[in-house]
């Protein structure tokens, strides 16, 4: 059973720092990793993908992969208040299955 | 417009009782998922259905049971409602297939008295 470990459990930054989230997952067959952003009373929104070892930026967010050391780390530059929210990573195993990590509440303080 | 629709937003259910979780999807997707997420847990996958058909049952008990009435229809029944499945129901969806994102829909709140 595919499990995922997210940490720090919760971050405040002050704004415009960079962030870093980390997710470790278990079992390298995974086909890829998903990270989703959470609001209060919302459901998740998928940000950001990755299928391959390496990274792969889309505008402030760069993700990380590294499946030799069941490894994926999220990174936000410029942060803004507007980010505050949890962040997800879910691991998406052969059968469309997405596995979820308890996440990571993110406060950015202006 | 909203994509995904779940009704109702918030329901009370006493112990014993039966409900039903209401979910339409307008994204044209053929896949639909049901996840569920509790205080005490990640957000967790419980079933998923491609063209109608049920792919994956990851629920341990039948008194959770899908419904696919129409092709972006997918309803959830829970019989003999317990205290334990208070949570937040959320429903997705997306084109068959492991390369495309899923899409949640804003959940269903059940608490079970």
């Known amino acids: 059973q595919e499990k995922v470990q997210q940490s720090p459990e919760s971050l405040i930054v002050p704004e415009g720092a960079m962030v870093s989230l980390n997710c470790s997952f278990s079992?390298?067959?995974?086909?890829s990793i998903w990270w989703y952003q959470q609001h209060p009373g919302k459901g998740p929104k998928a940000l950001i993908?990755?299928?391959?070892?390496g990274n792969k930026k889309e505008g402030r967010l760069t993700v990380y992969l590294n499946r030799a050391s069941l490894h994926v780390s999220l990174h936000i530059k410029d942060s803004q208040p507007s980010d505050s929210a949890v962040y997800l990573c879910?691991?998406?195993?052969?059968?469309?299955?997405?596995?979820f990590g308890k996440g990571t509440k993110l406060s950015v303080k202006s | 417009d909203p994509k995904i629709i779940q009704k109702p937003k918030y329901l009370v259910a006493v112990t014993g009782s039966e409900k039903i979780l209401i979910c339409e999807q307008y994204?044209?997707?053929?896949?639909m998922y049901w996840y569920r997420q509790s205080a005490k847990k990640p957000l967790e996958f419980m079933f998923s259905?491609?063209?109608?058909?049920?792919?994956d049952n990851q629920t341990a008990s039948s008194r959770f049971q899908p419904q696919s009435s129409k092709k972006n229809h997918l309803d959830l029944q829970i019989t003999a409602l317990k205290p334990d499945d208070s949570a937040t129901y959320f429903c997705?969806?997306?084109?068959?297939?492991?390369?495309?994102?899923?899409?949640f829909g804003p959940g269903t709140r059940l608490t079970v008295l």
């Open positions: 997705a969806s997306s084109h068959p297939g492991l390369d495309y994102e899923q899409y």
């Open positions: 994204l044209g997707h053929n896949a």
């Open positions: 259905y491609s063209y109608q058909k049920l792919m």
């Open positions: 079992d390298s067959a995974s086909q």
């Open positions: 879910a691991v998406r195993g052969s059968n469309a299955k997405l596995t």
């Open positions: 993908s990755i299928f391959s070892n």
